[in-house]
């Protein structure tokens, strides 16, 4: 395969510019470190607070083949998106009272459609039962299964996005990744949990861009009403024990804290997915969702006194979402279809319907094996312009549908200016291209990539 990597000279310069842009963030306000606070006492203990987080990209992509951009063929594109903007409200109103409402977009990109695209994330409050040990809450909540970061804090993510594979429904049965429903929440000794039911949003207000398929002689996400989902996850803290206030995980602490947790959890939805037993006759199978995953996160400062730290998370995932279930989609998609047309007989036609752009089969029934490494550089490396943050991620899949395992992989470094608030991140993401085979089989055919740059700004 032919490889050109003479990025175009607008990336360059946009590189350039947000470097000197960056100068601006040095001395980043003390005061805003933990949002900006309101306290509703003198104790402390109560409060209000806002924090903002925006994520804005420019991108060049390597598409996969016979990618279209508004029907016109398109090898590569070279764009700016604002990848994620967040608003969080959120405090403790009492000693048991607490609530948080979060508002967004993600993915603004030059395909999007103007004024629209914000929403809520999540909007929920809870109840401290017995304190710190049980809370109860309820509304449109992210308190998921199966794993660490099936809800992540987006702002303090490592590698530039967190794995996606972990979001395990994101965008079909729920609300990028939120649902409707009831959860609790607690600390019992060094063990942390949360647990869930939720009502899943109907597959038919999901959208196009979901990669999902309709009926066929694959599994599916059903388009039957969904019944409810349980899902939940636990993990042992063994040394600094961490916040649960906040659905959404936190990807590290940059050394602050030294963290050690084994973690497990699960997803379980009845007759979540279907398929057609015989395509002819058009008989329905229907089928649970099963998920379940084990993880570990290590995250603690190397040297205390020169703020080097090391952040290392693998996971196992095994992943039933019936049969020969795939899901293929690309992440802030910079195209809009694939030329490659497919018969009607042909048990592939779907996959090869979403496999354009940036689009990878990231899901799937089968086993993942993933794997995050972070190294923080000493403090103040580069002055009074902060520090450096290498890191590298990688997903390996045996997943039943595919011939070959899916590999996927990022190496990146984030320039830490002044922490998470004011963050430039570099990434080359490297990801394969499969093929649907006349045969039936999907084999990997090549292998194509992706740099970003992000700038991140957040309080």
């Not at 925006?54 to 594109?77: D, F, I, K």
């Not at 038919?204 to 989902?229: K, R």
């Not at 029934?365 to 450096?388: A, E, H």
């Amino acid at each position: 395969m032919q490889k050109n990597w003479n990025l175009p000279k607008q990336v360059w310069l946009i590189f350039v510019a947000l470097t000197d842009f960056s100068y601006c963030f040095g001395q980043f306000p003390e005061k805003l470190k933990n949002g900006l606070r309101y306290e509703l006492d003198s104790t402390g203990r109560h409060s209000i607070t806002l924090n903002m987080t925006a994520q804005l990209w420019t991108r060049y992509t390597e598409h996969n083949p016979g990618t279209v951009v508004m029907t016109q063929p398109q090898n590569s594109t070279t764009d700016i998106s604002i990848r994620r903007m967040r608003f969080i409200l959120s405090g403790a109103l009492t000693d048991r009272i607490n609530f948080f409402v979060q508002f967004g977009q993600n993915n603004l990109n030059y395909l999007s459609a103007r004024k629209a695209g914000s929403f809520f994330h999540d909007i929920t409050a809870d109840y401290a039962v017995i304190k710190k040990k049980l809370s109860i809450g309820a509304g449109l909540n992210g308190w998921n299964g199966p794993s660490r970061f099936s809800n992540m804090s987006v702002s303090s993510t490592v590698a530039l996005d967190p794995p996606i594979f972990q979001e395990v429904t994101n965008d079909t049965y729920d609300q990028f990744v939120r649902k409707l429903g009831v959860y609790a929440k607690g600390k019992l000794e060094k063990l942390d949990y949360r647990i869930s039911v939720s009502k899943p949003f109907i597959i038919q207000t999901a959208g196009n861009a979901s990669g999902t398929e309709p009926i066929n002689g694959y599994s599916s996400f059903s388009t039957l009403p969904p019944h409810l989902t349980y899902q939940g996850y636990l993990s042992y803290q063994f040394f600094d024990q961490e916040s649960n206030f906040s659905p959404a995980i936190v990807g590290s602490y940059l050394g602050s804290k030294k963290v050690f947790n084994i973690g497990g959890g699960f997803y379980y939805q009845k007759n979540g997915v279907f398929h057609y037993s015989n395509v002819v006759a058009r008989d329905t199978v229907k089928q649970n969702i099963v998920l379940l995953s084990l993880d570990a996160f290590y995250d603690a400062p190397l040297n205390r006194r020169k703020g080097t730290a090391i952040k290392i998370y693998g996971s196992f995932s095994r992943y039933d979402y019936g049969y020969n279930f795939i899901r293929v989609a690309g992440a802030n998609n910079p195209a809009t279809a694939s030329a490659h047309t497919s018969a009607n007989s042909d048990p592939n036609r779907y996959f090869t319907q979403f496999n354009y752009g940036n689009a990878y089969p990231f899901l799937g029934t089968g086993n993942i094996v993933y794997w995050q490494v972070g190294y923080k550089l000493k403090n103040k490396l580069l002055g009074d312009q902060g520090t450096l943050q290498p890191y590298a991620d990688f997903q390996y899949a045996n997943y039943d549908r595919l011939s070959n395992p899916m590999f996927v992989y990022n190496i990146g470094i984030n320039w830490l200016i002044h922490g998470i608030q004011s963050k430039i991140t570099f990434n080359y993401k490297n990801r394969p291209y499969f093929i649907a085979n006349p045969s039936g089989t999907i084999t990997e055919d090549r292998r194509l990539g992706e740099c970003v740059l992000q700038y991140q700004v957040a309080f």
